[in-house]
């Protein structure tokens, strides 16, 4: 009872709501959210008649969420559901569109009509009667949990009420409610705060119901955060996801979330300018965010919620949920409610209760679908007048065409041409040969993207590298030149004239089998497919090897030219028989959609002969990847994603805490990503260190490189960065504080780097230079062993993106990729992380190559200690 006297008064009475709904029936629940509302339609039962609780009074689990929106398709004639995909861990993704029964006869036309406003080749659709489209989007982090409860409520009310207004939004709108954009991460949450409930339910902020144990319920199953995967969509939710957006592009889109437990509420309009993309129509910001935000301040004046609006949050990068809309005719809008964790939780006003931010969220939420009704036609011809101007501003922009391409590796190339056209954007075949920028663009292996198209802004979001920016302080990252993080060869055209037929889908991949031999198959390394073969080869017992010569070799169909990295196969001498090892040949180059060759002769046609001492036999990697309390989960979970999604290998996932007595000779490769590792005591360091010794391969990410080098593990050394711009004995206002030192931070800008391609860390790579993201202020100096740089910053590296002064003259000619051999093993030391955000096809290949070519690596003139 002590705490209730240090409540204030606001908190005291959230309290005392809170109790009266643990023990009221069904209509207090109703008259604590819907106090104004009497005349609900019997029939439809609320969330609290169909789950045997009120809502906010525990967490609903993920199943029981969507049974309760089966329920309500069920019972109205207003409601429709449909499963739009599977989360990785086979949760249904659902969406309940809720409209009049009369919109819903003659749903299919609404949206063609719909659609037909978004392109400009097509007539205007009158407005008058067109719906406008609602997308209600909650609970995208999985531990901001209020929001999918809010997903019934919103839902029961829509339904359920039978007044005017309520019956006019039906008319005039089609609410989609996305109840969990995170499945498997809220259901992770829910579990860790159900099953730490207490009776009664603990305020403490120390309990342990409000701290759930590392990676938390933030991430979806590989630990992303998928408010960032809108527009890379590394992953199945958001590609589902954006398969029904653009089914719909709807007008108004909401992504719900919650802050710190001691702030308020949030929503847009986001920081004018400095927090909004330069591509988006002004329209878009000082109109629409400006015209929703009365809405939803006047909804939550009404409850005496407490908000704020434009000091803080990003609405700049695409793929946020609330930006991703901006860029389709349509306002994306975030709302923030200060978080309970929990069911509830004291903060600096009180004690913060689930039901009081379930309520925030609901009335904003319904604020939203008023707003959008009464702003219909604003809104609807918006998106049309949005997408007219993106033809005009495309036609406008000095480059009218980027053509792009790759002509030694077809997967990564079609992965790249897959994501533009998820994201629905005009793609034409390149109709002859060209050169530009110094590069050369071979008809059939490059295509063209005419900036003159309805997703110009896209277009020049994925293509075009940003340096100008209106202010020096990033949320997250400042660039997303997805070109770049493909690593593929582009350049602006100032003419679409090389644009052929139109591209809407690739044709199946195909593979093609090689005779079978008596001697050796060969694998090209260029594909980057080639991993994922590699490792199925190596996991069904063949002996692989691996080129540190190029050779041409005379295949069955004629002389063929090899690269370092490629594999060879020999035949006889894997364990099991000829005819053993074509059926397992065959069953990889189906799987992974590879071709192999095959030779009848050692003898190349050029170069080194296939018994040569610059082959080395590989080892299959038995990868260790240690996780938990103070390790990045985003970059352990992309570590994870990789070696699972695309090269389907196992790797272990072991707490740091039970590093000390595990056995680590069944591991000859240990991963250790960004985050602190001073839990780790001598003795463990020095168990660590005799593994190295012994012949381990050591991978490391940014601070962990850091870290190793401190450690002695590896040799190196670490280059300051420039991390305040405070000098000492400087006087700054005390109000500038935030923009001076957040200026000084690598929020994330893209370099480049010279990367030695003889290298087995380099295999596979057909050019030196080499965009890498950076999103850290690790900067290591280059080894004195001449041979041990194998990536380093250029002298003039910086491509795209904010990055200061300072750091950027730190950054200039240090190295991004370091070896350093240790006895019989060695320690791989990455500056930055090669896997960011999943979506880095191009450096994400340095880390396979870490991973399969790490035991083959013998530095020349090897112990030369860097400074
Ligand atoms: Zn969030």
Redesign the pocket.
């Known amino acids: 009872m002590k705490s209730i006297f240090r409540k204030s008064a606001k908190g005291l009475l959230t309290s005392l709501l809170l109790w009266a709904l643990l023990v009221l029936p069904a209509q207090a629940q109703n008259s604590y959210y819907f106090p104004k509302t009497k005349n609900f339609d019997p029939n439809i039962p609320t969330p609290e008649q169909f789950l045997g609780y009120g809502i906010g009074e525990r967490q609903t689990r993920y199943d029981r969420v969507v049974a309760y929106l089966q329920e309500l398709a069920r019972v109205s004639d207003k409601a429709k559901i449909e499963t739009i995909g599977h989360t990785y861990e086979h949760r249904p993704q659902v969406i309940l569109s809720i409209t009049s029964p009369q919109n819903h006869g003659k749903i299919e036309q609404i949206r063609q009509e719909h659609l037909q406003l978004a392109d400009p080749a097509k007539a205007a659709p009158a407005l008058t009667k067109m719906p406008v489209l609602v997308h209600l989007g909650y609970n995208?982090?999985g531990n901001?949990s209020s929001s999918t409860e809010v997903s019934m409520l919103t839902a029961y009310y829509l339904l359920a009420n039978q007044d005017p207004e309520t019956q006019r939004y039906l008319q005039e709108a089609v609410v989609f409610i996305d109840p969990a954009l995170n499945p498997d991460g809220r259901d992770r949450h829910t579990n860790w705060v159900s099953m730490h409930q207490g009776n009664p339910a603990v305020s403490d902020p120390a309990d342990r119901e409000h701290n759930e144990v590392w990676p938390g319920g933030?991430g979806n199953h590989y630990w992303f955060d998928l408010?960032r995967d809108w527009l890379p969509i590394a992953h199945v939710e958001s590609r589902n996801r954006l398969e029904f957006y653009h089914k719909w592009l709807p007008n108004v889109v909401i992504?719900?979330?919650?802050?710190g437990t001691n702030s308020t509420y949030y929503f847009e309009p986001s920081k004018p300018y400095s927090s909004e993309n330069r591509l988006i129509p002004r329209s878009t910001y000082d109109g629409l965010n400006v015209l929703m935000a009365k809405y939803h301040a006047e909804a939550l004046d009404e409850l005496g919620s407490l908000y704020f609006t434009k000091e803080q949050y990003d609405n700049i990068y695409p793929g946020y949920g609330s930006t991703y809309p901006d860029f389709q005719g349509g306002v994306g809008i975030?709302f923030?409610q200060a978080s309970s964790r929990g069911n509830k939780q004291e903060n600096s006003l009180g004690v913060l209760t689930f039901a009081f931010t379930i309520r925030n969220h609901l009335a904003t939420g319904l604020a939203t679908v008023k707003a959008s009704v009464e702003n219909r036609e604003t809104l609807l011809r918006n998106q049309r007048e949005f997408y007219q101007s993106a033809l005009t501003d495309g036609r406008k922009n000095g480059v009218r065409a980027y053509v792009y391409g790759e002509n030694f590796d077809a997967t990564r190339l079609r992965k790249f041409t897959e994501l533009l056209l998820a994201h629905r954007i005009e793609v034409y075949e390149l109709d002859k040969s060209l050169s530009a920028d110094g590069k050369k663009f071979e008809k059939g292996k490059a295509y063209v993207v005419p900036t003159e198209q309805p997703q110009y802004r896209l277009v020049e979001s994925i293509f075009a590298k940003t340096k100008e920016f209106d202010d020096s302080v990033f949320y997250d990252a400042s660039t997303w030149t997805l070109a770049l993080a493909y690593n593929l060869p582009h350049a602006g055209l100032k003419s679409k004239a090389s644009a052929g037929k139109r591209v809407t889908e690739l044709a199946p991949t195909n593979y093609t089998l090689p005779a079978q031999s008596r001697y050796a198959y060969l694998l090209d390394w260029a594909d980057y497919n080639a991993a994922g073969a590699l490792y199925l080869l190596q996991d069904k017992g063949v002996i692989t090897q691996t080129v540190f010569k190029p050779f041409t070799a005379s295949t069955s169909t004629g002389p063929k030219a090899y690269q370092p990295g490629s594999i060879t196969i020999p035949v006889a001498s894997q364990k099991i028989s000829a005819d053993s090892l074509y059926k397992v040949i065959h069953y990889v180059a189906a799987k992974k959609q590879t071709n192999f060759e095959s030779v009848k002769t050692g003898l190349s046609v050029q170069g080194i002969d296939l018994g040569s001492n610059n082959i080395q036999t590989l080892k299959k990697p038995e990868a260790l990847l240690l996780t938990g309390q103070g390790i990045t989960s985003y970059e352990a979970g992309e570590v994870w994603f990789l070696l699972d999604q695309q090269l389907h290998m196992p790797i272990s996932k072991v707490e740091l805490s039970s590093f000390p007595r595990l056995n680590l000779n069944r591991y000859n490769t240990i991963v250790l990503v960004n985050g602190s590792y001073n839990s780790l005591d001598k003795t463990a360091v020095e168990r660590l260190k005799r593994w190295v010794t012994d012949g381990g391969t050591l991978i490391t990410f940014k601070s962990a490189s850091e870290w190793a080098i401190k450690q002695g593990i590896a040799q190196g050394k670490v280059i300051a960065a420039h991390d305040t711009a405070s000098k000492a004995g400087a006087r700054i206002d005390f109000a500038n504080a935030a923009p001076t030192e957040g200026a000084q931070s690598v929020g994330g800008s893209i370099y480049e780097v010279d990367l030695d391609t003889s290298h087995p860390l380099g295999f596979g790579f057909a050019e030196r230079k080499l965009p890498v993201y950076r999103n850290s202020t690790t900067i290591l100096a280059p080894a004195k062993n001449p041979y041990s740089t194998v990536a380093q910053y250029t002298k003039d590296p910086w491509l795209s993106g904010y990055v200061s002064k300072g750091n950027l003259s730190k950054i200039k000619n240090s190295a991004a990729l370091l070896v350093s051999d240790q006895g019989q093993g060695r320690v791989i030391l990455f500056a930055d992380n090669p896997n960011f955000r999943g979506t880095w096809y191009g450096t994400n290949r340095l880390f396979f190559n870490a991973i399969f070519f790490g035991s083959v690596i013998k530095t020349p003139g090897t112990t030369v200690a860097a400074e």
């Open positions: 995208v982090h901001e933030r408010n992504d719900f979330h919650e802050m975030t923030e």
